[in-house]
Structure formats: structure tokens, C-alpha cells
């Protein structure tokens, strides 16, 4: 009697390929999935007059800079997206369903918006204070006026395009497998890497960037990642609160930064204090969590174990 061997010729068929692969090492692929499409996307950023000046080309200044014509696109095409190509290939729809639900959970305790949107300026205040000899200026009423405008602009570009991958898709699965000290570090590590193309460009401060600043920042990246998990975890995995997390760094340096601490506005100075306050609040986190930044095993099936449709 004939055995039909079809469903295991179907079974072998969809493990091999790219598909295949993808189903098999869902976070390799989408580290470089993510790395790849923004590296092309920035490729023109980086060779044009912003950046090393191979093509005789200036990009567009918008509100004051070019970042969201040369950084933005490559952004967005990388992080958000390759985490939608991985979790549907692998996880299917269901899996999907479950990475949005994170992205969509606004409803969290309003503690948790204030601290978020507050602390990581209170943070860098305080070291400011102490690293400038206490010459703090009060900023403008203008910067204290886009400052709310500029946080709202910077959710729906930087923290959009990026934690949908990092945070969202990348960190549960990564928890998972190295637990959340250990998927941390690594996660920072690699959150790093995926800018360092854009330190050859004006984003980095081309052409007078140095190695100090940039080992500085892969520095901040891993601690700041601390309270990055911590966060993610102790609100049940909100993905809009990592976002306002995230952006409030970026907001709070563009806009009042300069301002509160004149004497400490060179790139270099920015970048030590940054990193200062971000060693400060993971050494809290750590001791406060004893390590475990808020991780609990997570209740729903990990995504690589549930049943495609």
C-alpha cells in the first residue's frame, strides 16, 4: 500500500527557502532584515553634502533640519517593517494580532505617563546640575512652548519607527531566551549598531565626530535599555509608553537642553552628561529590581510555539 507523504513533503517545503529561515531565526532575521533596509535607505543621507560630500547633493531642510528627509524614510523601512515582514512570516496572523495589541495599549496608569514623560528630564537636569558647577539658566517661554509640540512630532517619527521593532517585537522573544538582564544588554548592543552608519552624516556630527563619542552613545544605548525593560515590563509590555520613554531623551536635548546648560553645549559635553545620567538611573533599576527589571513569564505562548493558521 502506498503512504502518502504528502503533509511531510509540505512540512519540509515551508522550512526551507527564505521563509524557512525566517521561521526558524525570527530575531536573526530581523536584525539584519532591520539593519539592511535602513543602511540602503540612509546609503544617499550619508554620501551626499550632508554627510561625507561623495554626491554633490543637499537634502532638504525641514524645521530646521535634514533629518526627515535623509533620516526618517530609512527609519521607518527598517525597524517597524522588517518586525511586521518576521512576525507574519513566522507567527502569522495571529502573531500580528498580538504585536499590535502591545503597540495600541494606551491604557495604562497615568503615574506611568508622568514618569515617562518627566523623569528622563529630571534625570538629566539633576546631572546637568551637578557636572555644570549649578549655571543653570531657565529656558525660554519659546522652548518650553514647542516642548510638548516637539515630544508629539518625535512619537510619531522616531519612537514609531523604531520601538515597533526593537521594544515590541525583538524584546519578548529575546527575554525569553537570554532572560531580561541578559536580552538587555545584547538588545542595546545592537540598537547601537543599527545607528552607527548615521554618525558619518550631520545626525553625528560629521565630519568632527570622534570614537569617544560614539563608544559614549553604544555606552548610553545599554543603560538607557535598562529602563527601557523595566518600564516595557512593569506596564504589562505598552509600547506607547516606551515610546514617550524613548522620544522624551531626544526632545529634551533638541529643545532645552542648550538652553538650561550653555556651558555644557558641545557635542562631547552632551554626550557625557547623557550617558551619566543614564548610568545613574539603571544602577537605580537594577539594585531597586534586583536585576529582574519587572520580567514575569510572560502569560501568553511564546510566538515561535503557537500554532500557525
Not at 495599549?105 to 557636572?131: E, N
Not at 541578559?182 to 540598537?191: C, Q, R, S
Not at 539594585?287 to 529582574?292: P, Q
Request: aromatic letters at 12%.
Amino acid at each position: 500500500m502506498a503512504v502518502d507523504s504528502r503533509p511531510r513533503a509540505v512540512h519540509r517545503a515551508s522550512e526551507t527557502g527564505i521563509g524557512g529561515f525566517i521561521r526558524r531565526r525570527p530575531l536573526i532575521s530581523f536584525f539584519v532584515l532591520a539593519s539592511l533596509m535602513s543602511w540602503v535607505a540612509w546609503s544617499p543621507y550619508v554620501l551626499s553634502n550632508n554627510g561625507l560630500g561623495i554626491w554633490d547633493f543637499d537634502f532638504p531642510s525641514l524645521l530646521g533640519t535634514t533629518q526627515f528627509a535623509g533620516v526618517l524614510p530609512g527609519a521607518y523601512l527598517g525597524p517597524i517593517f522588517a518586525a511586521y515582514i518576521v512576525t507574519r512570516v513566522a507567527d502569522g496572523k495571529e502573531g500580528v494580532r498580538r504585536w499590535i495589541a502591545r503597540m495600541t495599549k494606551w491604557r495604562v496608569g497615568w503615574a506611568w505617563y508622568l514618569a515617562t514623560a518627566l523623569g528622563v528630564p529630571a534625570v538629566i537636569i539633576v546631572t546637568g546640575f551637578a557636572l555644570s558647577g549649578e549655571n543653570v539658566h531657565m529656558p525660554p517661554v519659546a522652548a518650553l512652548v514647542a516642548y510638548v509640540p516637539g515630544l508629539l512630532i518625535q512619537m510619531v517619527t522616531t519612537g514609531l519607527a523604531e520601538e515597533p521593532g526593537w521594544r515590541d517585537f525583538a524584546l519578548p522573544r529575546m527575554q525569553r531566551k537570554l532572560g531580561p538582564l541578559g536580552a538587555t544588554v545584547v538588545l542595546g548592543v545592537l540598537w547601537a549598531v543599527w545607528h552607527l552608519p548615521l554618525f558619518l552624516s550631520e545626525w553625528g556630527g560629521w565630519p568632527h565626530v570622534t570614537m569617544t563619542r560614539i563608544g559614549e552613545f553604544v555606552a548610553f544605548c545599554c543603560v538607557f535599555s535598562v529602563v527601557v525593560t523595566w518600564v516595557f515590563n512593569r506596564t504589562g509590555q505598552s509600547l506607547p509608553l516606551i515610546v514617550v520613554l524613548h522620544v522624551s531623551v531626544n526632545n529634551y536635548m533638541s529643545i532645552v537642553y542648550s538652553e538650561m546648560f550653555p556651558t555644557l553645549d558641545t557635542p562631547e559635553q552632551a554626550s557625557h552628561v547623557t550617558l551619566l545620567a543614564g548610568t545613574t538611573a539603571a544602577v537605580l533599576v537594577l539594585i531597586a529590581t534586583r536585576g529582574r527589571l519587572g520580567y514575569r513569564t510572560a502569560e501568553e505562548p511564546a510566538p515561535e510555539l503557537t500554532p500557525r493558521h
